[in-house]
């Protein structure tokens, strides 16, 4: 049986989604929490290897059962999972999904959202939830960059130095930047991302409201594909995985994740 | 000098606001930085003891420096502060006030929120910030049993047993329950609390909302003096000072705070 599950996360104590030598990840505790559910281990596949200190809202990971498991209701997994999860990993919903079906190769499109917390004084209750920018965004000016980035370009101006990634061509469907009161929320969706992608989006969005890039530079950056011509790579606290969806076309498929 | 700070603070890491030998404490902390700006130690007076794991929006505390300490303006203090201070507790503002205030005998009015997540599946970024009940709990009902604990009344039911208070006679100005989606919020306001009375308050409300109590039945806990009459102590993790009032009639005398 395979099982798919939405899974949310504080990303703040973990190396990150993938197991790794060097720290406790998000994968690790699920894998736990499914031995401990099914009484053997279990094969969990992400859909991102989202980084240390990263934060998910609607993770997917599909889990696997052997024909000799217990037979659990699909939506009674989710609650199951939790009796043996941390507090700051749950699992929000399950649902079965065919054998075929792969949680990071079927998915469609994928959305981000970047926290920045723009205010003089620091908010203790955003400490590794936001980045904390002192001085004031011109989130009109972040937007008017944002349009030069939206479609089919090739990003590797905005991938991490020292990335094996060859085909470095994605897509944005949309790129926004929202302000409600001291909060800015910087959103992105596309049909996959580069390494620390999301973050240099940013830091570059941010570039442009300090002055030191402008919108119209924008275009002669992505043409570089040259790193150092795009911002900073902002810290991972701020960044949350929102969206991940299987849609294909109109067809409903079962496993058609709905927001 | 006598500064008057305005501090808020995620409580999850301390054993409460008041230095203890068991753990840290918030105003270990505060005393620390204190050191670091003024380069002595600078006694550092505190508005409440909040306890383990609780939090604050609105904590007042003073800080007093000697004469031979460095002149920084009031505003300033809680920028320094800020350099010196954990990411989870942070210096909202600073101001000066008489040599004669006290930042706890001269409390007027106090204000605390419980909060509760009351949804089926627990959130990971509410972990530690609110209390999460599974149970739907009837917002209407809670309202109609908090009525009858608005006033001044002997609350000896509504102290954590061991308490060696012996004035148990307090005044709540206003208690009322507000739902917004699955958060529920319990305000209540009053001229100074019991030890626990606030969780045991909010404990009181859901034992109502449960039907173990009916709204009826608070007058006869509250004349009964008896813990066991009402509601369980609801864990520390919901509990937030909100506001701490220091203001006298209509005079304003400098440091009056302003909402």
């Not at 030598?21 to 859909?47: D, H, W, Y």
């Not at 904390?132 to 101006?157: Q, S």
């Amino acid at each position: 049986m395979k099982y798919l599950l939405t899974i949310s996360y504080d990303g703040r104590r973990y190396c990150g989604y993938q197991v790794q030598k060097n720290g406790v990840s998000i994968q690790e505790m699920l894998c736990k929490a499914a031995e401990a559910v099914f009484g053997r281990p279990c094969p969990i596949t992400g859909c991102s290897r989202t980084d240390s200190g990263v934060h998910a809202l609607d993770f997917k990971a599909t889990l696997e059962t052997g024909d000799d498991s217990p037979r659990i209701p699909a939506d009674k997994v989710a609650v199951a999972m939790n009796c043996h999860l941390p507090e700051d990993i749950a699992v929000q919903s399950s649902c079965v999904v065919p054998e075929g079906f792969h949680p990071r190769y079927d998915v469609k499109e994928k959305e981000y959202q970047y926290r920045i917390h723009n205010v003089p004084t620091r908010d203790p209750f955003l400490a590794g939830r936001a980045y904390h920018y002192p001085r004031k965004l011109d989130e009109n000016e972040m937007n008017r960059a944002a349009e030069w980035l939206v479609g089919t370009h090739d990003f590797a101006a905005f991938m991490a130095s020292g990335s094996d990634v060859t085909d470095t061509v994605r897509t944005i469907y949309s790129l926004g930047v929202v302000r409600e009161g001291d909060m800015i929320t910087v959103t992105v969706s596309g049909n996959g991302f580069l390494y620390n992608m999301v973050r240099i989006l940013t830091g570059t969005l941010i570039a442009v409201s300090e002055g030191k890039l402008t919108a119209e530079d924008i275009p002669a950056v992505i043409a570089s594909k040259d790193r150092s011509r795009a911002g900073i790579t902002v810290p991972a606290c701020g960044l949350y995985l929102t969206r991940v969806t299987y849609e294909k076309g109109d067809s409903d498929d079962g496993f058609r994740e709905k927001e």
